[in-house]
T-cell receptor, first 111, second 111 residues
Framework: GESVGLHLPTLSVQEGDNSIINCAYS??????FIWYKQESGKGPQFIID?????DKRQGQRVTVLLNKTVKHLSLQIAATQPGDSAVYFC??????????FGKGTMLLVSP | NAGVTQTPKFRVLKTGQSMTLLCAQD?????MYWYRQDPGMGLRLIHY???????AKGEVPDGYNVSRLKKQNFLLGLESAAPSQTSVYFC??????????FGNGTRLTVT
């Protein structure tokens, strides 16, 4: 069957560069956001999360920025490595509803 | 600690056949979910459960049924498979509505 990566926006970077993956969300009431990474043939894995009362949160080599004014979320990956090649999804949730996932962005890292 | 385990990993069905996908989690999570993933469509929620004996419809429930007889297991059934149900199916579990832990998927082809 088709790979999940087909038809997705793609970001191509060189190893060692910083990567920025963007996500626009639709629900102004969303109060919690998560980034997931999905490697080929595997299920999505949690990377980092942020609540709506924050603008920025940092993890190991990753930073998430939230701009509620324009309903925009970004994931920054520092010193991108070939192992970072994957599809990245943002997800949003409002209150006690279930997570809504974006359609994803494919990140390709070349050595 | 296996996390979320899905069986089978691959399956081919003919139109009209039935099958059940099994999801098992060993993290004592209350919440469990079934998603389908199609190229360019992201992850779409089929059904979910907030505890043993409970189920609820997600975004795309038609053609599927689920059961949660035991806390650790969540079954997804297709009573009469259709080619439109060709997809990759992911099960997930969580402590709350928020951070989901995914299995590695079942690739289903309906001919």
């Amino acid at each position: 069957g088709e790979s999940v990566g087909l038809h997705l926006p793609t970001l191509s970077v060189q190893e060692g560069d910083n990567s920025i993956i963007n996500c626009a969300y639709s629900n102004s009431a969303s109060d919690y956001f998560i980034w997931y990474k999905q490697e080929s043939g595997k299920g999505p894995q949690f990377i980092i999360d942020i609540r709506s009362n924050m603008d920025k949160r940092q993890g190991q080599r990753v930073t998430v920025l939230l701009n509620k004014t324009v309903k925009h979320l970004s994931l920054q990956i520092a010193a991108t490595q070939p192992g970072d090649s994957a599809v990245y999804f943002c997800a949003e949730i409002s209150g006690y509803s279930t997570l809504t996932f974006g359609k994803g962005t494919m990140l390709l890292v070349s050595p | 600690n296996a996390g979320v385990t899905q069986t089978p990993k691959f399956r081919v069905l003919k139109t009209g056949q039935s099958m059940t996908l099994l999801c098992a989690q060993d993290m004592n999570h209350e919440y469990m979910y079934w998603y389908r993933q199609d190229p360019g469509m992201g992850l779409r929620l089929i059904h979910y459960s907030v505890g043993e004996g409970t189920t609820a419809k997600g975004e795309v429930p038609d053609g599927y049924n689920v059961s949660r007889l035991k806390k650790q297991n969540f079954l997804l059934g297709l009573e009469s498979a259709a080619p439109s149900q060709t997809s990759v199916y992911f099960c997930a579990s969580s402590y709350s509505y928020q951070i989901l832990h995914f299995g590695n998927g079942t690739r289903l082809t309906v001919t």
